[in-house]
């Protein structure tokens, strides 16, 4: 098995390999291994648990034919499954033909200065011969026969059987392998590092090379804005690379989207399904692009998936206020729509050129092909080197801007410049030019003018994220400053002692708390997350420890304050409901279910606080075949049963989830029943807060999409 995920086969008529997930061509590199011109698909395209495509064909395509003169052959499961990589395949490879709409633009933004695409793009498909590059010049597609067999060569066979994929070469079995493709196990490591303190601006590099590097990951950062993390075009994993470091989710709570090629939107949907709905900021035409090309990925809906983030259109030629900054966008010039930005914030400001080709003499031969319009060439031409960090790609032509012309800049330019989308090996040397350094510890850290209500702004953005606050109105945004001080805790201070009565709410600015008892640490609690509220409600001694496991910055407000927040609102009994929870052991159950064991620890403490127990009885019916969703059930003790037209399934145990999601989330009739066949307790969630959760988080969502039962 290869190190991100596949298997790769040895027959006499070369390297097989099943799956592909994204970057997987670099283990083949990285191991001096022959890179594979035939991948057999797995039977699902997609891993909806991981936000992660199993079948990124395009980077193994692209290498075959522009580094290699071949064309990959792609043995798919079904007609259906070739449709799909081919629609990834138009939209990635060639983009919208049209132009963009006039709504893209400012009123005031010069129609010549505007892209046309269709020209751009055909250009970039034009072949040396004259020939216009389409998908079928790059693929060739294998289809299984009646007998669930593709024979590859005179010697070779591939045989789909249920569940797995055998390999006969020369009559004799060499290889079989699971049909599904399972990714290696991700970490659930919470760090106990010191926490990362997120500069008020700057730059955090994820990825510096480009998808044929096997020693340097794909170009991605994070925008630091306000202490609040954007993500740019995030490689894949980047979302487990920041959680392993001890960043929460939460830090960052947006995602620039420059353009739809895998080595720049293969994270984007991680990020999405994480936690909580996240802001997508791009333009209408590269979401349309995003949206189609995962939707055919994923077989999810477009109009589902539109509804698992929030779209935040960009306008060119007029800013985009995020956390106290203006961000310009422009389009660059690339094989497809793409963007670039401008950002200022604090009297400083930055630059992120996005893929593009930047060459002047280059630039001005495409306008005298008619390519590019005088005025639109001039803007290419025109770059902003005087911010003060320039972050720009290099790469190779005729997609990506030479590294040399970027050595000829001016050294005041260079001095101000970082280079990504280049491996460091093709980085000019002794040219004034330097690589972007990757990882949280490189972070690029821009001195601003502070301003007086920065930390009045930092208050109010953490406590918005706190769910119980989430629904206050904007005239209580003064009551809530006025409850809250902040305060710091040592690594190992107790903050809260067993037994004690309860005074103070807590939500965490930064460092990681966890909850103790009897000194077994129960759970753990990041930046964005809260404690300490349930004891203020019931008006209870407090039931377990909670100890700061690093230096911590928390928000505190006193009982008498936090109640007064929250009169008129559901939220007390809500937390009643959930003290109870935490009573049963419902925390425990959820780490024996597949989905639920990954949530964060906010969002258990969300689902808890929905949750009620039972105690079910053999024979107990929950809902009946026909009849409406009620909502969903977590079982501890209890034994169900579900009765349909096509039978009846075996009884879950302990940690499955059962429940008609979709009909849950579409609010329509069941076609099971579910009878109790085992005595014991339970944990049933009605179906209009089950819903709610799923909206709030839509990973969750995706996970359960199309079942009954999560086990």
């Known amino acids: 098995m290869l190190p991100r995920g596949g298997w790769y086969i040895k027959t006499s008529a070369g390297p097989i390999q099943v799956g592909l997930p994204p970057e997987t061509i670099k283990d083949s590199m990285a191991g001096g291994l022959a890179v594979p011109t035939l991948y057999v698909l797995p039977k699902q395209l997609f891993d909806r648990r991981r936000g992660v495509n199993v079948a990124e064909c395009e980077f193994p395509a692209y290498f075959n034919f522009f580094a290699l003169k071949r064309k990959i052959r792609l043995l798919v499961d079904s007609l259906e499954d070739e449709r799909r990589v081919r629609s990834v395949f138009e939209e990635a490879l060639f983009g919208p033909s049209t132009m963009p709409s006039d709504s893209e633009f400012a009123t005031d933004y010069a129609a010549a200065l505007r892209p046309d695409f269709s020209r751009e793009s055909n250009h970039f498909r034009r072949m040396p011969d004259g020939s216009r590059l389409d998908v079928d010049m790059l693929v060739e597609f294998l289809h299984f026969d009646a007998d669930d067999a593709c024979r590859v060569t005179d010697d070779v066979t591939v045989r789909r059987k249920d569940d797995s994929v055998e390999f006969v070469d020369h009559g004799e079995l060499v290889a079989r392998t699971p049909h599904r493709l399972e990714l290696p196990p991700r970490s659930r490591h919470s760090s106990d590092a010191t926490p990362f303190d997120p500069p008020e601006f700057g730059v955090t590099v994820l990825g510096s090379s480009h998808g044929f590097d096997p020693a340097g990951k794909t170009t991605g950062v994070i925008l630091w804005v306000g202490k609040r993390g954007i993500l740019v075009d995030p490689p894949v994993d980047a979302t487990e690379y920041l959680r392993e470091r001890g960043v929460p989710a939460r830090l960052i709570d947006g995602v620039i ?209 706190v769910e119980i606050f989430r629904e206050l109105p904007l005239s209580r945004a003064g009551e809530l400053l006025r409850a809250a001080k902040m305060r710091v805790f040592h690594a190992g201070t107790k903050i809260i002692q067993k037994d004690s009565r309860g005074e103070t709410f807590y939500a965490i600015a930064s460092g990681v708390c966890a909850v103790e008892h009897e000194g077994i640490e129960l759970k753990r609690y990041t930046a964005g997350d809260y404690f300490g509220e349930t004891a203020l409600v019931l008006d209870q001694p407090r039931t377990a420890d909670v100890v700061a496991r690093t230096d911590c910055k928390l928000l505190e407000i006193d009982r008498y304050g936090f109640l007064y927040l929250l009169r008129g609102t559901d939220v007390p009994e809500r937390l009643v409901r959930l003290a109870k929870m935490r009573e049963m052991r419902s925390w425990e159950v959820f780490d024996r279910n597949s989905v639920l064991s990954h949530l964060s620890s906010g969002q258990k403490t969300v689902l808890q606080s929905h949750m009620e127990s039972r105690t079910l009885e053999v024979g107990d019916v929950l809902w009946t075949a026909h009849g409406p969703a009620a909502g969903a059930v977590l079982l501890d003790e209890a034994q169900l049963e579900l009765e349909g037209t096509d039978g009846s399934l075996a009884p879950f145990k302990t940690g499955a989830l059962v429940g008609e999601f979709d009909a849950i989330r579409l609010n329509t009739p069941v076609k099971t029943t579910a009878r109790v066949v085992g005595r014991g307790r339970a944990f049933f969630v009605d179906r209009v807060a089950l819903a709610r959760f799923f909206k709030d988080n839509p990973g969750v969502l995706v996970s359960f999409l199309g079942t009954r039962f999560v086990e």
Do not use: M
């Not at 939707?295 to 259109?313: M, Q």
């Not at 060439?377 to 972050?391: Q, S």
């Not at 690589?435 to 953005?461: F, H, K, M, Y």
């Open 257 to 465: 989207l420059t353009h739809c090629h895998a080595d720049h939107d293969s994270g984007t949907f991680q990020k999405i399904l994480e936690e909580e709905r996240i802001n997508v900021y791009t333009t209408p035409t590269i979401v349309g692009s995003f949206v189609k090309k995962y939707a055919a990925l994923s077989g999810i809906g477009e109009d589902l998936l539109r509804r698992t983030f929030v779209f935040n259109p960009v306008t060119i030629g007029a800013p985009v206020r995020v956390h106290g900054a203006e961000i310009w966008f422009f389009y660059t010039l690339h094989s497809i729509p793409a963007l670039g930005f401008e950002v200022f914030y604090g009297n400083k400001s930055l630059a992120f050129s996005g893929d593009s080709l930047y060459d002047p003499e280059r630039l001005r031969a495409l306008r005298d092909l008619g390519v590019l319009s005088n005025e639109r060439c001039e803007d290419l031409i025109d770059f902003p080197w005087h911010h003060t960090v320039v972050i720009h790609e290099a790469g190779v032509p005729p997609l990506h801007t030479p590294a040399t012309v970027l050595a000829d800049l001016p050294e005041e330019h260079k001095e101000r410049l970082y280079l990504v989308h280049i491996a460091e090996k093709d980085l000019p040397k002794d040219r004034g030019l330097k690589s972007a350094r990757v990882g949280l510890e490189q972070t690029i850290r821009i001195p601003v003018d502070s301003s007086p209500n920065d930390e009045a702004a930092e208050w109010l953005e953490l406590l918005s994220g």
